[in-house]
């Protein structure tokens, strides 16, 4: 039995948020510059897509450039933007015809003009597309994304459109960057570092982590197999016991 037939159809995450790491590493290892590591994880994009799409899965986040990431050598992050307008370029007519909507979230505006209208003009392109919803998160940062829920929220209170006791967890949702996305059930970090790096931080509350060792440009569709494997041997209790779980199922 393949690995793939293993996976219980009926227990699909709907939305998978992936840590895109090691790609440095990678390139390191083979003697090469960093962008040689960033050039090979387009590979393993596209092999997820691929394998995210056949699974039925309905979202999947990819943390493709931080806020963080801003302070990286300029040459790294000059081509990192021409890789990003490249690769949509070369991309977004496969994408579409698979039936591929792209989405992004983060602070767009931070992005050169150029990607900035590759972006629209590739989600433009896909906008109507109905399969796997693919998010990239661009000049994204957690922190950054909750504190501008603050200052919408905060504005609404001074305008008196809104009392400060009507904030709850769906307010505070509702002005998150990912208003429209739910929450991920499953969060992938490669290349085995132990952190959430700033990333969905709101919205992986009860998200069930999932780390591997493998480094980003060698993630292929088999370690998004065993991921959701994993994902499925466990009990999401949500704060309750395993005895109210079962109680609820019956």
Not at 54 to 77: D, G, Q
Not at 93 to 122: F, Y
Request: charged share 25%.
């Amino acid at each position: 039995m393949s690995l793939i037939e293993t996976i219980d159809k009926s227990r699909i995450p709907e939305h998978i948020a992936i840590i895109m790491d090691g790609n440095g590493r990678w390139a390191k290892k083979k003697g090469a510059l960093r962008i040689f590591g960033h050039q090979n994880a387009v590979k393993s994009v596209r092999d997820v897509i691929e394998a995210g799409a056949e699974l039925n899965i309905k979202y999947i986040t990819l943390y493709a450039f931080s806020t963080e990431n801003w302070s990286r050598p300029k040459e790294e992050v000059n081509a990192l933007m021409e890789l990003l307008v490249s690769t949509l370029r070369s991309e977004i007519n496969e994408l579409h015809k698979n039936n591929i909507r792209l989405a992004t979230i983060g602070n767009i505006n931070d992005l050169p003009v150029i990607c900035q209208q590759q972006l629209q003009e590739s989600k433009d392109i896909t906008s109507k597309n109905t399969g796997l919803t693919l998010v990239l998160a661009l000049s994204y940062s957690g922190r950054w994304e909750i504190m501008e829920a603050i200052k919408n929220i905060s504005s609404q209170v001074k305008q008196g459109l809104l009392l400060p006791e009507e904030i709850n967890e769906e307010l505070v949702s509702a002005n998150l960057t990912t208003k429209n996305i739910p929450d991920p059930e499953l969060l992938i970090r490669t290349s085995g570092e132990m952190r959430i790096s700033n990333f969905l931080l709101w919205q992986i509350a009860y998200s069930e982590l999932y780390i591997t060792e493998v480094l980003w440009p060698d993630f292929r569709k088999q370690h998004l197999y065993e991921a959701i494997i994993d994902y499925q041997k466990r009990e999401r209790r949500f704060g309750k016991t395993s005895e109210q779980i079962d109680s609820s199922r019956k």
